[in-house]
């Protein structure tokens, strides 16, 4: 999980290769951070869709669901704060003309200062072996107390200044740190100015300011401004959650890493709604639901980590990100936020609508307090693809690329191949796939090698191989071939189908 950037540029090509990901319009040679996805790239993004889904919706009786419009009235954003407060702080280097976000500046900075501590701990560690005590290493070693020192510094500047909007200090701290452009390598820097994130269109044929509209940075506040309707139809009781995906739009400054930041994203939230003071029990409810729910996708445990905000956003009483070990280093997978009752008292406030819930137990009606889980579906795409990018030598000396993705989330669920393209066993596989792909999806294919056929599906991770030979034709049986033990086994065919539908289940 180390940054590795190689490898990283590997999965991206690999991504291209294999139909996963490919750059938006790339005939016109593209679109700056806006991605399409391929044909196996769509599979695996409604297997992950779909699995976020059903643990929050079908699996919670007092959770539904919602797909509410990316347009929205533009006072929405007034009262969310996006208008006044959705900014990101902007530096130009004069010399590269490149464009960066100067807290990221200053973050990558102090992530160095962090290295050097993680580097001294190892260097450390080797040299005393068992007898190393890390916390009093940690404690009492000069060189890691002046980093720690240092670091601590420096964060402390950034966060207030941000909280303060203080952005000449912001820049002062750039210019003291000897930060330098990545590209030119000079300090020749602009001032730093705040950039809001949202994108904005006309609505209708109005010309003027009064048909501004905004392409939804967030899905939540379609959540927020049908909490009555919801709740109402739905007869919800709290504590009850609204769960929705869909796409987000903002326009990243900084945006060069695949699909991890782009400009036109897609987020699962859910926005769940509880008594005031119950907020915190909540919150730490969900916080290990979601690390549970990202474990089920058979990833180990230490890809993740927790990381609490030391800045909270201007509605949030406490925030938690589960980050996700890239090979870009550790970063944001999901936001966990307690949002008290900001945004429904706010919409109260900006509509003159009453967003209360009369509460039949305590007799008395209040405005719910939120805990929201929210996350991107393009970074758990990124967070999954790049775990089962595996590159593996085989015994008898040749490589081949695997993703080892969960069977359940696999875009293609088995592949079925006749050994050759005659004797009629093209026809007796078109005939099983036939049978199967009403069951998941399949694929079917007779050109090339049945050697080379397998890389190919190994390559976009189909766990299982059905392969139809000559001995099928004489007793019904297939070899079933497993993904990542190569293994394989010869079975009736009226056994296939609940073989696979046994293995690919989620519990499994
Ligand atoms: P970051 O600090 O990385 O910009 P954020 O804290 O602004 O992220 P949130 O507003 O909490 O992100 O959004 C919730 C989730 O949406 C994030 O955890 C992330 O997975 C996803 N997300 C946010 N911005 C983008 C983006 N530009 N591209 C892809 N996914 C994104």
């Known amino acids: 999980m180390a940054n590795n950037e190689e490898l990283f540029k590997k999965i991206i090509a690999h991504a291209k290769e294999y ?124 060189r890691v107390i002046e980093y720690r020192n240092e670091s601590e510094k420096i964060r402390s500047r950034l966060y207030s200044s941000l909280a303060n909007n203080e952005l000449a200090e912001l820049r002062a701290l750039i210019e003291e740190l000897g930060i330098t452009c990545p590209i030119s390598g000079t300090r020749n820097w602009t001032d730093v100015r705040q950039f809001n994130l949202m994108f904005s269109t006309q609505m209708g044929s109005l010309g003027d300011g009064a048909g501004t509209v905004y392409l939804r940075p967030e899905t939540a506040q379609g959540i927020f401004v049908n909490y009555l309707n919801v709740q109402k139809t739905g007869r919800m009781k709290i504590p009850f959650g609204i769960a929705q995906t869909g796409k987000a739009f903002r326009n990243e400054i900084v945006a060069r890493q695949f699909v991890f ?46 990381h609490e905000h030391e800045k909270l956003a201007h509605y ?32 109260q406030k900006f509509s003159g609508r009453k967003i209360q819930y009369f509460d039949p137990e305590l007799n008395v009606s209040y405005v719910p307090y939120v805990v929201e889980t929210s996350i991107g579906l393009d970074r758990t795409f990124m967070a999954v693809l790049s775990y089962a990018y595996t590159e593996e030598k085989l015994d ?59 890389r190919r599906q190994d390559a976009i991770g189909t766990p299982y191989c059905i392969t139809i030979d000559h001995q099928t ?36």
């Open 473 to 508: 034709l004489e007793d019904q049986t297939v070899t079933i071939r497993e993904r990542d033990t190569m293994i394989q086994e010869r079975v009736h065919t009226d056994r296939i189908s609940g073989i696979i539908a046994e293995k690919i289940a989620k519990r499994n």
């Open 19 to 142: 139909g996963f990901v490919f750059p938006s319009s790339e005939i016109y040679d593209g679109l700056a951070a806006v991605y399409d996805y391929g044909q196996y790239g769509v599979e695996l993004k409604n297997n992950i869709r779909e699995y976020w889904w059903k643990s929050m919706v079908q699996h919670h009786e007092n959770i539904v669901g919602l797909d509410s419009a990316i347009f929205m009235h533009p006072t929405v954003w007034k009262a969310s704060g996006h208008v006044d407060a959705f900014n990101d702080p902007m530096i130009d280097n004069k010399d590269s003309k490149k464009r960066y976000r100067a807290d990221v500046l200053v973050e990558d900075y102090i992530a160095k200062l962090d290295d050097k501590i993680s580097r001294e701990v190892d260097k450390a560690s080797r040299r005393f072996g068992d007898a190393f005590d890390r916390e009093m290493f940690l404690q009492t070693n000069p």
């Open 261 to 306: 930041r782009m400009r036109e994203f897609e987020q699962m939230e859910l926005q769940f709604f509880v008594r005031p003071g119950d907020e915190k029990r909540w919150f730490e409810y969900w916080k290990e639901e979601r690390m549970k729910w990202h474990l089920g996708m058979g990833i180990p445990e230490h890809y993740y980590r927790f």
């Open 316 to 347: 949030a009483n406490a925030a938690f990100d589960i980050e996700f070990g890239f090979p870009i280093g550790y970063k944001e997978l999901e936001g966990i936020h307690s949002r008290t009752d900001f945004d429904l008292t706010s919409h």
């Open 396 to 454: 008898d000396g040749s490589e081949r690329v695997v993703l080892k993705i969960m069977p359940f989330l696999a875009p293609i669920k088995a592949a079925v191949l006749p050994l050759i393209k005659k004797d009629g066993l093209p026809e007796k596989a078109m005939e099983i796939f036939d049978r199967l792909k009403f069951e998941y999806m399949c694929f079917y294919e007779e050109k090339d090698s049945i050697g080379r056929r397998y």
